[in-house]
């Protein structure tokens, strides 16, 4: 399967996953993808984001900001998906 495609799929179950979502889950996602931020800074240093603002606005992105980009949709998705089915709440 191509980048392409495989940025498509993520981005379209992304989108379902969002219409699905309440306001709550969408923020609770939002903080576990600024924690994984975080770590990532804390262990890599800062992420270059005018590079990664630049290539949300590319007509034609290239093969790896293809990659970068389903990467990114996955991530997404994985979290979303774990934060409105409730996998890794505790249990009382």
């Known amino acids: 399967m191509t ?3 495989t940025f498509g799929q993520y981005l379209k179950l ?3 996953l969002i219409e699905n979502s309440s306001k709550e889950d969408i923020a609770e996602c939002a903080r576990l993808l600024a ?3 975080a770590h990532y800074q804390s262990k890599h240093g800062e992420l270059p984001l005018d590079e990664t603002l630049a ?5 034609n992105p290239n093969s ?3 990659q970068l ?3 990114g ?5 994985g979290v979303l998906g774990n934060v409105v089915t409730g996998i890794g ?3 009382h």
């Open 73 to 77: 949709m996955e991530v997404l998705v």
């Open 14 to 16: 992304a989108d379902q």
């Open 55 to 59: 290539m949300l606005g590319a007509n």
């Open 35 to 37: 924690l994984y931020v």
């Open 89 to 91: 709440e505790s249990q």
């Open 3 to 5: 980048d392409l495609a």
């Open 64 to 66: 790896e900001q293809l």
């Open 69 to 71: 980009m389903a990467k």
